[in-house]
C-alpha cells in the first residue's frame, strides 16, 4: 500500500524560511508526478508546485520566487522549501503522489505564519 506523509510545519515568524518533506512508501518510485498543494482555513485547496520523476518542475505564479519543490528519490523524500514566509501562507499543506493513474494524499502538515 503506497502512502504519502508530511512534516516540517509549525509556527513562524513572518520572513523566516520552511522546509516541508514528504515522505513517500514504499518508494517515491511508487509515484510518477508528485506535488503539494494548500489548504488555508475557510478556503478552497489550491495547487502549490509540482514535481515529475525526471525533476521538471512547475511553481504556481502565486508563490513563484519564493517557493521551490524538490525530490531526493534515494531518500524517497521530495521537499518544498519556502522562503520569505508570509502570514498568507499560512495553511495545512498536503503532499500527493500520482499512482497508477490516481492520486494519493497525505494527511497534512500545519504551517502558521505570524506577522
Known amino acids: 500500500q503506497v502512502q504519502l506523509v508530511e512534516s516540517g510545519g509549525g509556527l513562524v515568524q513572518a520572513g523566516e524560511s520552511l522546509r516541508l518533506s514528504c515522505a513517500a512508501s514504499p518508494s517515491s518510485a511508487s509515484f510518477n508526478t508528485m506535488a503539494w498543494h494548500r489548504q488555508a482555513p475557510g478556503k478552497d485547496r489550491v495547487y502549490v508546485a509540482a514535481?515529475?520523476?525526471?525533476?521538471?518542475?512547475n511553481i504556481d505564479d502565486s508563490v513563484k520566487g519564493r517557493f521551490a519543490i524538490s525530490r531526493d528519490n534515494a531518500k524517497n523524500t521530495m521537499y518544498l522549501q519556502i522562503d520569505s514566509l508570509k502570514p498568507e501562507d499560512s495553511a495545512v499543506y498536503y503532499c500527493?503522489?500520482?499512482?497508477?493513474?490516481?492520486?494519493?494524499w497525505g494527511q497534512g502538515t500545519q504551517v502558521t505564519v505570524s506577522s
Open positions: 500527493g503522489g500520482l499512482h497508477n493513474h490516481h492520486w494519493v
Open positions: 514535481i515529475t520523476t525526471d525533476d521538471l518542475t
